[in-house]
């Protein structure tokens, strides 16, 4: 279980850093592109993928915390 939240929380951080990088790229297009065109793709394309990245590492935070607890009750049944 220990090797199953280490390979989430690798995941997690990958992605937090992801999601960065994808934001600040979001903010220098939208500098940049300041016709219709432009924000339309941002509003088409990278606008939407944000909140759906913000979930997914949302709930691998909470897979991870489950993984966790699961692994020390198994360590230690008396565990509550």
Same mark, same amino acid.
């Given at each position: ?5 280490? @390979? ?14 994808? @934001?600040?790229?979001?903010? %220098? ?7 219709? *065109? ?8 990278? %606008?939407? %993928? *944000? ?11 909470? %897979? ?13 049944? @008396?565990?509550?």
């Amino acid at each position: 279980m220990k090797h199953v939240s280490h @390979d989430l929380t690798g995941c997690c951080n990958r992605l937090t850093r992801m999601n960065n990088l994808l @934001d600040d790229r979001t903010q %220098a297009l939208a500098e940049g592109w300041k016709d219709q *065109v432009g924000r339309g793709f941002v509003q088409n394309h990278l %606008a939407p %993928a *944000v909140p759906q990245i913000n979930l997914l590492i949302s709930e691998l935070s909470v %897979a991870i915390e489950q993984f966790e607890g699961i692994a020390r009750q198994l360590q230690d049944p @008396d565990l509550k």
